[in-house]
Antibody
Framework: EVQLVQSGAEVKKPGESLKISCQGS????????IGWVRQVPGKGLEWMGI?????????????RYSPSFQGQVTISGDKSISTVYLQWSSLKASDTAMYYC???????????????WGQGTMVTVSP | DIQMTQSPSSLSASVGDRVTITCRAS??????LAWYQQKPGKVPELVIY???TLQSGVPSRFSGSGSGTDFTLTISSLQPEDVATYYC?????????FGGGTKVEIK
């Protein structure tokens, strides 16, 4: 079964850095874009950005961000371990949310629906 | 950027009722529209893609229609297990924006 497995819940203080992960399995990892989606408790889904680890670009990845999250987070990956990351350099209380990774339905398509979702990583930022 | 507006934000209907949720794009997006179901405390799941194509494994009481700017998700006969929040998402080009969600409850 195709799977995305995310890292565990995190509790951090404002100003701290954080990197959470999402590992794909049982499919050709470099053929599919993987996105990140934020869900603040009690609120809706927000598309943050998407990354492709099969790119011929220097560094081997291609990343697109939502204007709302550009400069606020960094999306990256390591194709040797089929993993993508979402990271913050300085967390704020407003970053408290559930973060989902999700895979595009079709191979090599960045503009696509998400048919495979990770289980979510809860990030809590509190003094 | 294109905005996605869903209506209503919530609804309550009886088991067996026909339920319709609307999603409107601020600009045309052809048929690049997906619908997701998120049950309470669970991960979102893809229900419909390409505006009207049912994702494998989804019950046939779910259907989608529309093109351009106006889209609908219909549940032909509401069941207790359909209690969830439903989100539309455009995917014609980044950013792949979600609508605000429609919470469906049983009356």
């Amino acid at each position: 079964e195709v799977q995305l497995v995310q890292s565990g819940a995190e509790v951090k203080k404002p100003g701290e850095s954080l990197k959470i992960s999402c590992q794909g399995s049982r499919y050709s990892f470099t053929n599919y874009w993987i996105g990140w989606v934020r869900q603040v408790p009690g609120k809706g889904l927000e598309w943050m950005g998407i990354v492709w680890m099969g790119s011929s670009y220097p560094g081997g990845s291609d990343t697109r961000y939502s204007p709302s999250f550009q400069g606020q987070v960094t999306i990256s990956g390591d194709k040797s371990i089929s993993t993508v990351y979402l990271q913050w350099s300085s967390l704020k209380a407003s970053d408290t949310a559930m973060y989902y990774c999700a895979r595009a339905k079709y191979s090599t398509s960045s503009d696509d629906a998400f048919n495979i979702w990770g289980q979510g990583t809860m990030v809590t930022v509190s003094p | 950027d294109i905005q996605m507006t869903q209506s209503p934000s919530s609804l309550s209907a009886s088991v067996g009722d026909r339920v319709t949720i609307t999603c409107r794009a601020s600009q045309g997006i052809s048929n690049y529209l997906a619908w997701y179901q998120q049950k309470p405390g669970k991960v979102p799941e893809l229900v419909i893609y390409a505006a009207s194509t049912l994702q494998s494994g989804v019950p046939s009481r779910f259907s989608g229609s529309g093109s351009g700017t106006d889209f609908t998700l219909t549940i032909s006969s509401l069941q207790p297990e359909d209690v969830a929040t439903y989100y539309c998402q455009k995917y014609d080009s980044v950013p792949l924006t979600f609508g605000g969600g429609t919470k469906v409850e049983i009356k």
